[in-house]
DNA sequence: GGTTTACCAGAACGTTCGTTCTGTCCGGGC
DNA sequence: GCCCGGACAGAACGAACGTTCTGGTAAACC
């Protein structure tokens, strides 16, 4: 709910009565509607790094395992316990921009995920042009996140993956 | 500063100190605030078009024609006139979900011309597989866009720019 | 020269929304 | 049996902000 009609547009009195909860419980608990928020995010992204997880330990050799985190995306995002528009974290950042340090410091918390685990992922792949790797995977990554909210291309992930892999091979072959 | 510090974060009083001009003027002009926006977002888009074409028309082969997004993406973003935290589209569909048609259109103005353009310029590298080539070089331009509003990597247009590259490159060799 | 047009400064209005306050009720521990 | 922590519903508060209104000024035009 938050993520899909977009946090500022989602009134604290809705979020109560969706949770069945009254304004006193939440407040005593949370002490703020950004903390709220802030929670809700820091428990996405602990959902994303599991399921990432999976998908990681999953596939069988080294290219899968990069590319892996594409199919993470998918199945994270047909998990109906994870709905959004786009990218909870991007679009987090993007509404609540000068807004309390504790939300953007789990957009960065994302960000760090990322480029630590896609940085491991490519040394096997690239070697020396590890780096440059993860941040090209990192950038169809992120690209296919914003197809979502674009509309466009129709299968985000898929031209996503296939980015990363033209990618991991033009590392591979140098 | 609509796009800087974001556009609910922007309240009408600072558009009219900034612009000196004032709350009448500026409701008999626009009629409202959305409205103003929307404005605002379609003269972006008419200035991102006649900067994109200007590198397009500088290029001169067919892979530094799909790749002249890249460059000039990085020439309007040094231009002070037009300055923003990351992508004004993408923040103002983020911003705005459920807000005016007229303000989802100018995103939508902005994937459609992305998408036709890079088509078009993927047909002589790409053939057959154009299509499939301009959806790559789309996610790879949003995925650079997103990566300034992460702050990683640290040159999101190089990375982005390679990954499209890669992708060209992929799609010649079949 | 009077009228129209366009603009200005600033007050005022109404709504939305985050947050706090009031008063009540229930359940479990001594 | 009493008490207290924790939950409840709902009213109330206060701030922010988009929008409208009031009244006044100055140049443009017939």
Redesign the pocket.
Known sequence: MLFERG????????L?RR??????????????????VAEALRVRLADWKAVWDQHVVAADNDLDRLLAVFDALASYRNDRRHPSRWCAFLAAATELADAADEISDVLAGDTALLADRLLHLSRPLAGQHAQDLADEVLVAYSGALAGFLRGSPRSPIGTGRRLAHAAAQAHGRD
């Open positions: 946090i500022r547009d989602t009134p604290v009195d809705e109560l949770a069945g909860v009254s304004t006193a419980t939440l407040y005593t608990h949370f002490g703020s509607k950004d903390a709220l």
